[in-house]
């Protein structure tokens, strides 16, 4: 067999290993490792990559970010920012037909400005605003399809630990690609309260609006948002404005997060122990699976499949646009079957050289910024998507007694705005580059 057989019939075992319920991080590792053993004909050579490749990936400095935004997300969780942020998108948009899931979707949106996780903001928001949807009369389908739809903003408004993860395998300034995210982001949120007011007046939803509120109390509300502002002006102003590099930003946005938590009457140091202990575990979770994408990588590497595919695409002479769609189209097939950060680590070698090799009449960092954007979103599609939606699971297991199929029903019209907006960012790469441009 050939090293490129071996590469193509890897993937197919490894999703057997996948799906046997083998944990994503060892199907990659052992698939790798056996891999690279085949094709050196010795285990010395994977058993001696062990050490070497361990330290080379974890001694990254860019991947100390991923501990700083996700232990910010913890105090973010614990010190109730969420429930501030809804009811103050809820005091502005309550008493509107739908407004109350809007508001939903508007505190996800800010709750991702400081979270950068979108199972977190799924789970946190869900908590929050689950309660008031059902006791303003929105259906399950309704109520759980808006929240699950308004996590993914998490992973798509900066900073995101997605968003760092693609940065660092396709060697793209992290700065930029926190840029380019801010206007899909702001599209995808906006697309999703424009299919709130759909589903209100055609639907057959029976919600009511809460009641108008005085302005006095929409801007009490307002101003009890105060710490998410700063946060995000700190953080994601700092990082634009030169005053910090994103690693710094991010463990500076720990730092103030964490001051605000345990503010008096927020967290007890019990609550700071469990945000500490939460953010070590998920960060345990996403580098063992970094390790085993690395141990995977690292064979495809030896294999030289991701050269060897990309030469035999461009080779065929199909439209750079279809060879797009094209790779579009088997993310949302992952995304059905697998998580975010798997789909990211496991495919991007693979796929990035051969969109490196195309023409898109763009210049190179342009094209990686622009496909690194258009892979989030459909990755985020990938969360709401059944039947492996890990946002449906989540938010479905906080709203018991209502069924999956309920929610798999609720969440489609915000799958139907998601592919709109990858037509519009695939059509127009301008949209997604033009504060990148204007702003470098």
Known sequence: MSDLALALWSFPIMLIMIFLRVPVAAAMAVTGFCGTWIVLGSPN????????????????????IVPLFLLMGQFATKSGLSRALFLSAESWLGHRQGGVAMAAVGACAGFGAICGSSLATASTMGQVALPELKRYGYSDATATGVLAAGGTLGILIPPSIILVIYAILTEQNIIKIFTAALIPGILAALGYMLAIALVARFGRDTSRPAPRKPY???????????????????????????????????????????????????????????????????????????FGAALFNSFLAFTRAP??????????????????????LVYLIFGCVMDSLSMILLTIPVFFPIIEALDFGMTAEETAIWFGILVLIVVEVGLITPP????????????????????????????????????????APSVTLFLVRVLY
Do not use: H
Not at 45 to 63: I, M, N, R, V
Not at 223 to 238: H, K
Not at 276 to 290: N, S
Not at 398 to 426: I, K, N, Q, W
């Open 307 to 328: 050269d060897l595919l990309s030469q035999y695409i461009v080779s065929l002479g199909y439209a750079p646009i279809v060879v797009l769609a094209v790779i579009l």
């Open 216 to 290: 006095s109390e929409r801007f009490r509300t307002l101003l009890a948002t105060w710490p998410v502002f700063v946060i995000f002006a700190v953080v994601i102003g700092g990082i634009y404005l030169g005053f910090f590099t994103p690693t710094e930003a991010a463990a500076v946005g720990a730092v103030v997060t964490g001051g605000y938590a345990i503010g008096p009457g927020r967290c007890g140091w019990r609550d700071v122990l469990d945000c500490l202990l939460a953010a070590g575990k998920t960060t345990g979770m996403i580098f063992l699976i970094v």
């Open 45 to 64: 050579a994977p058993l001696a990559q062990l050490k070497t490749l361990s330290y080379q990936t974890f001694a990254s400095y860019s991947l100390s």
């Open 388 to 427: 492996v939606g890990l946002n449906l699971f989540v938010i479905n297991g906080m709203a018991r007694g209502v069924p999956m199929s309920e929610t798999y029903r609720g969440v489609l019209p915000f799958v139907a705005t998601d592919l709109v907006r990858v037509g519009v960012l695939v059509l």
